[in-house]
C-alpha cells in the first residue's frame, strides 16, 4: 500500500481558489491511479476527480467540471486539485486515493486513504 499525506485545505471565500495538494510515500506512486474524494458532514463520500497513471487521462464530477483541474508530477509522488471558483456547497472534507485498477470514479476502488483536509468556503 501507499501512504497518503493531504496539505493545502483552509477557508475561502466564495470564488476563490485553493490547491490541495497528495503527497505519497513509496517508489512505485507512477503505478497508482489517483483520485480526490469529498465529503460534507451528514453526506456520503463522492468523487470529485481522478487521473491516470501517466497524467493523460482524467475525469470529473460533473459538479465541479470546468472549476477543478487534477494533476500529478510522478517524480514528485504527488497528486494535485487546483479548486477555482469555489462555492459554499464545495465545503467539505477532501480526501485523496490510491487506486491499483484503471480509471475509477467508485470510494470501493481505492484502496489507500489520506487522513484528509478541510476546506472551507464561506458566502
Known amino acids: 500500500q501507499v501512504q497518503l499525506v493531504e496539505s493545502g485545505g483552509g477557508l475561502v471565500q466564495a470564488g476563490g481558489s485553493l490547491r490541495l495538494s497528495c503527497a505519497a510515500s513509496?517508489?512505485?506512486?507512477?503505478?497508482?491511479?489517483m483520485g480526490w474524494f469529498r465529503q460534507a458532514p451528514g453526506k456520503e463520500r463522492e468523487f470529485v476527480a481522478v487521473?491516470?497513471?501517466?497524467?493523460?487521462?482524467?475525469h470529473y464530477a460533473d459538479s465541479v467540471k470546468g472549476r477543478f483541474t487534477i494533476s500529478r508530477d510522478n517524480a514528485k509522488n504527488t497528486v494535485y486539485l487546483q479548486m477555482n471558483t469555489l462555492k459554499p456547497e464545495d465545503t467539505a472534507v477532501y480526501y485523496c486515493?490510491?487506486?491499483?485498477?484503471?480509471?475509477?470514479?467508485?470510494?470501493?476502488?481505492?484502496?489507500?486513504w489520506g487522513q484528509g483536509t478541510q476546506v472551507t468556503v464561506s458566502s
Open positions: 486515493a490510491a487506486s491499483t485498477v484503471p480509471i475509477r470514479s467508485s470510494p470501493a476502488d481505492f484502496g489507500s
Open positions: 487521473i491516470g497513471w501517466s497524467g493523460s487521462v482524467t
Open positions: 513509496g517508489r512505485t506512486f507512477s503505478s497508482y491511479v
